[in-house]
T-cell receptor, first 113, second 112 residues
Framework: DAGITQSPRHKVTETGTPVTLRCHQTENHRYMYWYRQDPGHGLRLIHYSYGVKDTDKGEVSDGYSVSRSKTEDFLLTLESATSSQTSVYFC????????????FGSGTRLTVV | KQEVTQIPAALSVPEGENLVLNCSFTDSAIYNLQWFRQDPGKGLTSLLLIQSSQREQTSGRLNASLDKSSGRSTLYIAASQPGDSATYLCAVPGGGADGLTFGKGTHLIIQP
């Protein structure tokens, strides 16, 4: 199985503070994604990356930025957290495994108070 | 824009029943479809990946079918068990750089 880890697993932060979530993979997959999961909305794509320093916006990118300085790390930053960004955040990688499927991390539960 | 719909949204059945979960998508130009399982408070576990050239995939008691032309997939669970209780998500590539577009899931409860 592809190794993908997210940190932290849980975080509580105050409105207006910056927050960075980390996604780390161990197998040099090119494509990485950040999603958020909310009741009633399901999983929605925030940002994605197709290589080092190559990133682009997804469906719900407002208020978020990303960076990928190394193949293995994809960072999601909330520049100034708001209560509407309270959510569960998942990172995913696109793998080959003979056919391209997707593997997800265990998620980060973020609460903005 | 790709849209994915899952029916039913919730399902509760007694143990031992065979059941079918449905997924439909609006854009049939997909190259695969993936079914996931999510337990409460947990991440997503991949169950089955069906390539566009395939009509079905099987893993144990699970069988997933794909009909691209009609924009439908079904997940068949045979002889359901309480341990199958979870939310089942269907997803197709359709977001930016082929990120997945998800349905909202079917919340399944198997009664002992």
């Amino acid at each position: 199985d592809a190794g993908i880890t997210q940190s932290p697993r849980h975080k509580v932060t105050e409105t207006g503070t910056p927050v960075t979530l980390r996604c780390h993979q161990t197998e040099n997959h090119r494509y990485m994604y950040w999603y958020r999961q909310d009741p009633g909305h399901g999983l929605r794509l925030i940002h994605y990356s197709y290589g080092v320093k190559d990133t682009d916006k997804g469906e719900v990118s407002d208020g978020y930025s990303v960076s990928r300085s190394k193949t293995e790390d994809f960072l999601l930053t909330l520049e100034s957290a708001t209560s509407s960004q309270t959510s569960v955040y998942f990172c995913a990688i696109r793998t080959r495994q003979g056919a391209e499927g997707y593997t997800f991390g265990s998620g980060t539960r973020l609460t903005v108070v | 824009k790709q849209e994915v719909t899952q029916i039913p949204a919730a399902l509760s059945v007694p143990e031992g029943e065979n059941l079918v979960l449905n997924c439909s998508f609006t854009d049939s130009a997909i190259y695969n479809l993936q079914w996931f399982r999510q337990d409460p408070g947990k991440g997503l576990t991949s169950l089955l990946l069906i390539q566009s050239s395939q009509r079905e995939q099987t893993s144990g008691r699970l069988n997933a079918s794909l009909d691209k032309s009609s924009g439908r997939s079904t997940l068949y669970i045979a002889a359901s068990q309480p341990g199958d209780s979870a939310t089942y998500l269907c997803a197709v590539p359709g977001g930016g750089a082929d990120g997945l577009t998800f349905g909202k899931g079917t919340h399944l409860i198997i009664q002992p």
